[in-house]
């Protein structure tokens, strides 16, 4: 995947050039990160050589369907069938959506890699009912890997790791009141789990888990 993340002193044509132009025939996955309405609107006013972009705005992603990566998600798709391990994406809450979005929408895509993904959202802590109504799909024999969105106390990767057999990916959110301090409450919670198994990301980082995900899956050493 190529992540490129919008900064605030960056211009409008220097995101479209460096996210979409230099990439013209790439074959991997093209991704604009912590993009706003305003911004994509103004991006997408720009002419592009090739591809089409796609604005995911739960996400605040911009994607783009390189002219070099049709065929080969095509040609991929083939040998996959039948053979597509799974990621599931979980959140605690509607609140962590924007992250577990990013996380989903990044693993979608590598669309011809081979991967799936099934979401599980709002089954935070708070009410223990509502993870356990999703084992099912936590446990399924395809899945290799579960991330876990949460801010507030953090609690649900602990929750996750402790019922699933595969590696849990933790997200730990800005989202909170006073003491969460914008996430580092949720991110001490997750660095100290119990439970074996868990590896913790930075706050906010959807990207990053969804790579790392990735990673843990693609045990057929090839390189995308």
Known sequence: LDDMAHHVNSSIQQTAE???????????????????????????????????????????????????????????????????????VACAGTTDLPVAEEAAVTLEATAGAGIEVERVYDVGV???????????????????????????????PSVVAGLVSVPVIAVPTSVGYGAAFGG????????????????????DNGFGAAALAFKCINNDDTHY
């Not at 049709?70 to 053979?83: C, M, S, T």
């Not at 999703?134 to 649900?156: F, Q, S, T, Y």
């Open 18 to 88: 460096t996210a979409f132009h230099h990439n013209n025939n790439a074959g991997t996955a093209i991704l604009a990160t912590r993009v706003d309405k305003d911004l994509y609107d103004k991006v997408s006013a720009i002419p592009l050589k090739n591809g089409v972009i796609t604005y995911h705005s739960v996400a605040r992603i911009i994607s783009m369907q390189a002219s070099g990566l049709a065929e080969r998600q095509r040609q991929n798709e083939f040998l996959w069938k039948g053979k597509k391990k799974r990621i599931v």
């Open 184 to 203: 580092l409450s949720a991110m001490g919670t997750m660095l100290n789990s119990c439970a074996p198994g868990v590896g913790v990301v930075n706050i």
């Open 126 to 156: 708070a009410g223990l009912h509502r993870i356990i109504r999703a084992l099912p799909k936590l446990r399924h024999e395809n899945v290799g890997c579960v991330i876990c969105c949460a801010g507030m106390d953090g609690a649900l």
